[in-house]
């Protein structure tokens, strides 16, 4: 074998070999420390304590094996269905009004060239959501009480003249879906605006030469690559509106039992784990809760091309 012969082959090989991984830099080795630490959080907060719901929902009282016993009982309790129709159609109002407001207003605050006033809108559309939970509630207790409300003409207009007539049970879900927008859209439409700003400056101006009008460029190019950022926003509020708990809470509190204490399934489990001592039923109606949002969310994920590739 000649000298150029070996020199060729020592080339082949060497053009065959993997390239040598660059050394691990601060930067690198930092990431893996955060996500070390979120990792072990995820871990002690949210799987274990999963996997013992689990261990809990097919156990007794006794730690034997119970079967489907604790999800018999829970959906043949009188309270289990009306609680999934009043989340369910929380969900309904809660889901449609969030979709469709967000994106329009953040189309809207997107189109606005003058730049004080974008921010501005965005500042207020946020601040809500710096009041979230319980203290959202309760802020909302004095709104919805026509003798104490800034809108209680308003109120009172559509025939509510006392607090107990506000949030009679029929009228809960649109109360709670309002409360729900009103804390946690600001937030989304931030979310959304960041996204319409990731689409191409020459996409829209080509747009604008070939003559569309800003209706046309928002329905033709902004709503479909905003599509995932929908299916995202959808996903993990459903995910949140699948925990009502604070809301009806605190109004059977404040109405003195005119909303049910077993309002909601997040309600009816912690009826059972700390009024009945029932802790199998309640991981029962939990993990219920946690297979239908995930079919739901699976649904979201492959309708909207969550994790497509571009």
Partial sequence: MTLVDRTARAAA???????????????????YGLISGYAVLT???????????????????TGGFAGLANFTKAVGDFRFWPAVSHVALYLIIWLVALVLLVTVLAVI?????????????????????????ASSVLLWLFVLDPTASPVGGLLRLFGFDSFV????P????????VIAFWTGAGG??????????????????????????????????QLPMLR????????MSLAAGTQLFVEPQLLSQASNAVVPNDYSL??????????????????AISLLLLVVALALSAVFVTRGGLFERE
């Fill in 228 to 235: 995932k950022w929908i299916a995202y926003m959808s996903m």
């Fill in 43 to 61: 871990l002690a907060f949210g799987l274990l304590p999963a996997l013992y719901a689990v261990y809990l929902a097919f156990t007794d009282a």
């Fill in 266 to 283: 997040n309600q009816l489990a912690y009826q059972y784990a700390f009024q009945q001592n029932d802790f199998n039923t309640a991981a």
């Fill in 188 to 221: 989304w439409i931030v979310i959304m605006y960041g996204a319409l700003n990731n689409i191409s400056a020459e996409v829209i101006e080509a747009a604008r030469v070939d003559g569309a009008n800003a209706v046309q460029i928002a329905w033709r190019i």
């Fill in 13 to 31: 090989v060497a053009t065959r070999r993997p390239p040598a991984r660059p050394p691990a830099t601060r930067d690198s080795l930092l990431s």
């Fill in 170 to 177: 029929g009228n809960l879900p649109v109360i709670f879906a």
């Fill in 165 to 168: 007539q506000v949030i009679l």
């Fill in 109 to 133: 605050v997107h189109a606005i060239r003058v730049r004080w006033l974008s921010r501005t809108l965005r500042f207020v559309f946020y601040l809500p959501g710096a009041l979230a939970g």
